[in-house]
Nanobody, 124 residues
Framework: QVQLVESGGGLVQAGGSLRLSCAASGRTRYTMAWFRQPPGKERMFVAA????????EYADSVKGRFTISRDNAKNTVYLQMNSMKPEDTAVYYC???????????????????WGQGTQVTVSS
């Protein structure tokens, strides 16, 4: 069983930066990802990283602005968000894919464990 706890959300002005953290407990040798759910919309993929950190994948909407990384010694995955836009406003979720360590996927159904989410609000 894996437990995921997100932190680092908050209110930021457009053009600003935030860094989200996802602390994992239990077995963590998995591909990890960030998803987000804007108000009134479905949850959508943001970024993913494999266990070694050698492979990453991003949604087109965040490429060049967001960076996913991980520190396996700390069992923590990060999402550095720069040049933020009001459309980045959402609840951000961390997720783990227990069947994958080497590859990444944007498909939410592949992820078995989810955190409780952290709110990110970008003001214009």
């Amino acid at each position: 069983q894996v437990q995921l706890v997100e932190s680092g959300g908050g209110l930021v002005q457009a053009g600003g930066s935030l860094r989200l953290s996802c602390a994992a407990s239990g077995r963590t040798r998995y591909t990890m990802a960030w998803f987000r759910q804007p108000p009134g919309k479905e949850r959508m993929f943001v970024a993913a990283i494999n266990w070694r950190g050698s492979s990453t994948e991003y949604a087109d909407s965040v490429k060049g602005r967001f960076t996913i990384s991980r520190d396996n010694a700390k069992n923590t995955v990060y999402l550095q968000m720069n040049s933020m836009k009001p459309e980045d406003t959402a609840v951000y979720y961390c997720a783990a894919d227990r069947l994958s360590a080497a590859t990444t996927t944007a498909a939410s159904k592949a992820y078995d464990y989810w955190g409780q989410g952290t709110q990110v609000t970008v003001s214009s």
